[in-house]
């Protein structure tokens, strides 16, 4: 992963529960941004392997924390 990734949430929405039974869901958007466009590449992976990898660790990390289904969206942008 390079050196220099940064963060940003741009959303944080609870959608409301379907059933009295389970909790809301939570829909998270994040832009990865990268230092340079070539790092791009890198971080999204072939076919977008390694991002969906960290995207699904994340979700399910989240999910057990925060006891509630977890979609979480990600996309990766450069700062250049």
């Given at each position: ?16 529960s ?21 790092l ?41």
């Amino acid at each position: 992963i390079p050196y220099g990734l940064r963060h940003k949430i741009t959303s944080w929405d609870t959608s409301s529960s379907p059933s009295a039974h389970s909790a809301a869901s939570l829909n998270i958007e994040c832009d990865v941004i990268v230092p340079r466009k070539h790092l791009k590449a890198i971080v999204i992976g072939k076919n977008g392997a390694a991002v969906k990898r960290v995207s699904e660790a994340a979700a399910a990390e989240m999910q057990q924390r925060f006891q509630r289904r977890v979609s979480l969206a990600i996309r990766v942008k450069s700062s250049t």
